[in-house]
């Protein structure tokens, strides 16, 4: 199925039915998507909305929880692989939002973040809607390329990817906060890298391409996460 489209008008879904799911669709959602790195382990577990702590004036009927071994770029992949899921779930009426401020109510270590999910009406837009930095702002120069990455949602709205051209393709950085922002967004801003990622590889499926190098140049206030060719 393709995807593209759901970039332009998905929006982070607040206002949920309480209708049923075929959780197999999720399953089937989640089966199909691509890691960013196919050497780490992850899973997941759905919990209905009384089995979590959501910290939230809102809740949704159903929450996955998602888990994964720690190695290099796990967020990134956590990102990269559950937005895939949630724009298949927008393509068949289930809304979706990334949840930082929740918890398990039974610990798990390997716990990372929810998304909730349900049925709605409410979870799409006109692109005029997005507030979103302007492209010369995420990369070293203008490219509608990266409009896709452009419009992907993260944490706080604090967007923190930049593109630096490398050939023919982008090595890719994530901004480091200032020492307030970085104690809420430590953990959530590496997730937001692999969801604009994710952005990036639904648009370029058929070429996209991602790796580490090991002679990338520093580049002061930002962390290398990993380069991109499509």
Known sequence: MNLVNEIYVRKSCRKYFDDEIDMDLIEKAISNAKPLNEGIDYYYEIFTKDEVNIRTRWNAPYY????????????????????????????????????????????????????AFGKSDKMTRELSDFKRKKLEDISDFEDERLIPAQLAPSAINSQPWYFKHAGDGFDVFQVKQNILKRQVLKKWNPIDVGIALAHLYVSNEDNFEFEMKDDVESFKGYRYCGSVKF
């Open 64 to 115: 996955l929880a998602l888990y994964s071994e720690k190695k290099d770029n796990y967020l990134e992949n956590i990102g990269f692989v559950f937005q895939q899921v949630c724009l298949y779930l927008q393509s068949i009426g289930i809304g979706s939002c990334w949840v930082g401020m929740g918890s398990l109510k039974v610990k798990n270590p390997d716990f990372l973040i929810l998304i």
